[in-house]
């Protein structure tokens, strides 16, 4: 682990090749897992808003689950986490050309909503744990992401660059300049390959 400033970044993030490759994966993180996508308290607002903006988008199972439970639920260690319909789907994932992708983005890129999407699923395969004043950054390996591990080292693309605009989205500009010289210096003592 890096310290930079108050996180704590394990060396996954700089050695690791990764970049989606939806063409291959056709967007099963949105649908796969025993768990929705991991939300703060400080994004419910803005999810439950994003939900009213693009209700007339969502499948019938999602409005309905949403209608039952809410856009978030706690899951089996308590966090709240997106909803998820008959145990996997993302309440918000949508089908379009064989593909899932995220309604709440297709929103926000084509200027409906100011609600990107959780910052969990923008910084996946990153996952951020609290340690006590520090937050952790840590890589989640699953093997649906197999075909974006094989794009990245194709690529020779290293998770941290391939993540850049989510991780200034979670810590700012400054902090993601000091991530970039952390991963130089690494780099030059040769704890990461280049």
């Known amino acids: 682990m890096v310290e930079i400033g108050k996180t704590l970044v394990s060396l996954d993030i700089f050695e690791e ?5 939806l063409e ?44 039952r439970q809410g856009v978030v639920y706690p899951d089996r260690d308590g966090e709240l986490v997106t909803s998820i319909i008959d145990g ?19 929103a926000y890129r084509a200027g409906r909503i100011g609600f990107y999407k959780p910052l969990s699923c923008h ?7 609290k340690m006590g004043d520090y937050t952790a950054l840590n890589y989640h390996r699953w093997s649906v992401c197999k075909p974006a591990v094989a794009l990245g080292k194709k690529l ?6 391939f993540l850049k605009e989510p991780l200034i989205r979670a810590f700012g500009k400054e902090w993601y300049d000091e991530l970039e010289l952390t991963a130089k210096e690494l780099i030059n003592q040769g704890y990461v390959r280049k």
């Open 156 to 161: 020779d693309l290293p998770l941290y660059k």
């Open 24 to 67: 291959a994966c056709k967007g099963i993180c949105c649908i796969e897992g025993d768990a929705g996508a991991p939300v703060s308290l400080d994004e419910l607002a803005d999810l439950e808003s994003a939900s009213e903006e693009i209700w007339d988008d969502l499948g019938r199972k999602s409005r309905e689950v949403i209608e």
């Open 123 to 129: 910084l996946y395969p990153i996952r951020l744990k």
């Open 17 to 21: 090749r990764f970049c989606c490759d």
């Open 88 to 106: 996997k789907d993302c309440v918000f994932a949508c089908r379009e050309k064989g593909c899932c992708l995220c309604s709440i983005e297709k």
